[in-house]
């Protein structure tokens, strides 16, 4: 059926554990069509630079799952959900990376972001619905993983940026010790349908949380759409923290397109990344208490494909920064 996807971590080892996964996620849900996505976050996509969220990369296999699919029975436990109302189901596998702004320092810097490499996986379970003249959308968010040195993020950066003569980061020594984490996610949204001239619209607000050792918060936002063939494809990629909307086209509508905006502001109670860790003594910063997000993208789908460009600008996440976050996100999704 549908999906989204992504992949932190634009780098070539890490790229082929992300496939080889995929590979074996495949080959369990053989018998069910689905929507392959690979999906890139850099900061060199929107401002240019190479700092705080540098770099991530994921990869996602999203598919409708069979009547007696063990992801239903999941979906049971859910409250508020029944086996019934489980609509797609998608796991991931992917890495990111943090750094401060400034690589070329090898001693701890007091007021910027620790450097962390995380890598993870998780498995999504999507419930889409039509009640009345609103459109709801719902997702639960299962992921863990490993913070620290186990997380390649060292070895990805300074082999990449050796690769394309970049300058080296200096100061992996300092990143964050080893930690697994367990996180759990919620997110729902509801959609009208509108008409702006010619073009089809959609808008609404959203809301959510976050509850685990990497991420706790609880966030509302509000979203739009723009374009021609909406019922085709749907949804608005996501930077972490957040956890984005489904993501899914038709694989035979042909072409279609459309422009998406979203508005999503947080409060925060737990970043691991920017708080330290939690049983060992590490460098951290003074976390802000909220978070705000403006987001906006293209996405074109093409029968069986899709590609989706977005640009996110993020408020002050901790005190000491000195600007406001630019990250920009490609994604490619094909129907196998």
């Given at each position: 059926?549908?999906?989204?996807l992504g992949?932190?971590?634009a780098r070539?080892?890490?790229?082929?554990?992300?496939?080889?996964?995929?590979?074996?996620?495949?080959?369990?849900?053989?018998?069910?069509?689905?929507?392959?996505?690979?999906?890139?976050?850099?900061?060199?996509?929107?401002?240019?630079?190479?700092?705080?969220?540098?770099?991530?990369?994921?990869?996602?296999?999203?598919?409708?799952?069979?009547?007696?699919?063990w992801t239903?029975?999941?979906?049971?436990?859910?409250?508020?959900?029944?086996?019934?109302?489980?609509?797609?189901?998608?796991?991931?596998?992917?890495?990111?990376?943090?750094?401060?702004?400034?690589?070329?320092?090898?001693?701890?810097?007091?007021?910027?972001?620790?450097?962390?490499?995380?890598?993870?996986?998780?498995?999504?379970?999507?419930?889409?619905?039509?009640?009345?003249?609103?459109?709801?959308?719902?997702?639960?968010?299962?992921?863990?993983?490993?913070?620290?040195?186990?997380?390649?993020?060292?070895?990805?950066?300074?082999?990449?940026?050796?690769?394309?003569?970049?300058?080296?980061?200096?100061?992996?020594?300092?990143?964050?010790?080893?930690?697994?984490?367990?996180?759990?996610?919620?997110?729902?949204?509801?959609?009208?349908?509108?008409?702006?001239?010619?073009?089809?619209?959609?808008?609404?607000?959203?809301?959510?949380?976050?509850?685990?050792?990497?991420?706790?918060?609880?966030?509302?936002?509000?979203?739009?759409?723009?374009?021609?063939?909406?019922?085709?494809?749907?949804?608005?990629?996501?930077?972490?923290?957040?956890?984005?909307?489904?993501?899914?086209?038709?694989?035979?509508?042909?072409?279609?397109?459309?422009?998406?905006?979203?508005?999503?502001?947080?409060?925060?109670?737990?970043?691991?990344?920017?708080?330290?860790?939690?049983?060992?003594?590490?460098?951290?910063?003074?976390?802000?208490?909220?978070?705000?997000?403006?987001?906006?993208?293209?996405?074109?789908?093409?029968?069986?494909?899709?590609?989706?460009?977005?640009?996110?600008?993020?408020?002050?996440?901790?005190?000491?920064?000195?600007?406001?976050?630019?990250?920009?996100?490609?994604?490619?999704?094909?129907?196998?």
């Amino acid at each position: 059926m549908m999906q989204e996807l992504g992949l932190p971590g634009a780098r070539l080892t890490v790229s082929r554990a992300g496939l080889g996964l995929t590979l074996v996620l495949l080959a369990g849900s053989a018998n069910a069509d689905g929507i392959l996505t690979l999906k890139t976050d850099n900061d060199i996509f929107a401002s240019g630079g190479d700092g705080h969220y540098t770099n991530g990369f994921e990869a996602d296999w999203t598919f409708e799952p069979a009547q007696d699919h063990w992801t239903r029975a999941v979906a049971d436990l859910v409250p508020g959900w029944s086996r019934d109302s489980l609509t797609a189901t998608s796991y991931r596998f992917g890495q990111q990376i943090y750094t401060p702004e400034d690589i070329d320092v090898s001693e701890p810097i007091e007021d910027d972001r620790p450097y962390a490499g995380v890598l993870y996986a998780g498995m999504t379970l999507f419930s889409d619905e039509q009640l009345n003249d609103w459109r709801h959308t719902s997702g639960v968010y299962l992921d863990a993983g490993l913070i620290g040195p186990g997380a390649g993020g060292e070895f990805v950066q300074k082999n990449f940026h050796h690769l394309v003569d970049s300058e080296e980061p200096e100061g992996w020594h300092n990143q964050l010790h080893n930690e697994p984490f367990l996180n759990v996610a919620y997110r729902k949204a509801w959609w009208k349908k509108g008409r702006l001239d010619n073009l089809e619209a959609e808008y609404g607000p959203s809301a959510g949380f976050a509850a685990g050792n990497l991420y706790t918060y609880v966030a509302a936002g509000l979203g739009a759409r723009l374009g021609q063939g909406l019922d085709n494809s749907f949804g608005i990629p996501a930077v972490a923290p957040s956890n984005g909307s489904r993501v899914f086209f038709d694989n035979h509508s042909g072409f279609n397109w459309y422009l998406f905006a979203n508005l999503e502001g947080r409060r925060m109670f737990q970043n691991l990344l920017l708080d330290g860790n939690s049983f060992e003594d590490s460098q951290s910063v003074d976390r802000r208490h909220w978070v705000g997000d403006v987001q906006a993208g293209l996405a074109l789908s093409w029968n069986r494909w899709q590609i989706t460009y977005s640009a996110l600008w993020r408020t002050h996440e901790f005190d000491g920064q000195e600007t406001a976050d630019r990250f920009g996100s490609l994604t490619l999704s094909t129907w196998l």
